[in-house]
């Protein structure tokens, strides 16, 4: 078992009503009981209109709160559906994923994630920044080509690196029960180590998440690469059983 703290981060995506804070709750009472014996950090990343509600439901020093994107603007504006940094942090967040595969593949550049970022990182809010390739990327063999563009475009050494973790999701894991190979994955972390130390000057705080199918079964397999910092969990994560057996099996 390591003792390195080990992120595990929920993406609920468009799911979850207010009952949905059961789920939740059942895993603080499971973070309450382990504290002292597995060093985690619990993030839910869940939909805007649940957050306030679940901040004041659950209030738990176990498990925070984040987004799941915001918009560019900093302030208010003419942006119908939109909600800026500002206003989830009002609400409760206190992390919000940014750059999301889903997100980049609707038009988002990253051009706009960058300035999301800066307007978030204003709010002091801390960043899930995702990055990956797609499957025709991968097969012509230009992950790290991809990786090192979404990197070096969008932070900068001016970003305050310790409200920053980094989340490498290939985009085609996600949801497909695919996942690249031990060595393949140790490999792309230690690339987007080096990326992120040159960026940030070789500062040691940084995190670096995978996300991309990852369940119960194969978390066995991901716990073994030390490179790994934590997770970014989908499906897996909008039930209470899945997500407490993804930690428990991490520490087995």
């Known amino acids: 078992m390591t003792n390195k703290l080990i992120y595990f981060v929920g993406n609920w995506k ?21 504290k002292k014996r597995l060093n985690k ?11 306030h509600f679940f901040n004041k439901k659950i ?15 900093e302030g208010y ?29 609707e038009g988002e550049t990253d051009t706009i994630i960058k ?19 797609t499957l025709k990327e991968k097969k012509s063999k230009k992950t790290f080509k991809v990786l090192k563009k979404q990197i070096r475009k969008v932070l900068e050494k001016k970003f305050d690196d310790s409200k920053i973790i980094l989340a490498y999701e290939p985009v085609w894991s996600i949801g497909t029960n695919k996942i690249l190979n031990s060595k393949d994955l140790k490999n792309t972390i230690n690339f987007i180590k080096k990326e992120l ?21 194969n978390i066995t397999l991901f716990s073994k690469i030390h490179e790994i910092d934590g997770f970014l969990i989908g499906g897996a994560s909008q039930s209470s059983k899945k997500f407490i057996d993804i930690i428990k099996n991490y520490y087995k």
């Open 197 to 217: 130390n040159i960026v940030f000057k070789n500062k040691k705080n940084l995190k670096i998440l995978y996300g991309g199918s990852v369940n119960e079964k």
């Open 59 to 73: 209030n738990s020093k176990y498990i925070s709160l984040g987004a799941q994107n915001c918009h560019q603007q």
């Open 115 to 133: 300035k999301k970022i800066i307007s978030a990182l204003k709010q002091k809010l801390n960043i899930i920044y995702c990055i990956g390739e």
């Open 77 to 105: 504006g003419a942006f119908t559906g939109s909600l800026s940094a500002s206003m989830l942090k009002k609400a409760g967040s206190k992390y919000i994923i940014l750059g999301h595969s889903e997100n980049r593949l």
């Open 14 to 34: 468009m799911f979850g009503d207010f009952s949905s804070y059961k789920i939740i709750n059942r895993i603080n009472k499971f973070s309450v009981k382990t």
């Open 41 to 51: 950090k619990i993030i839910f990343c869940i939909p805007s209109t649940l957050i």
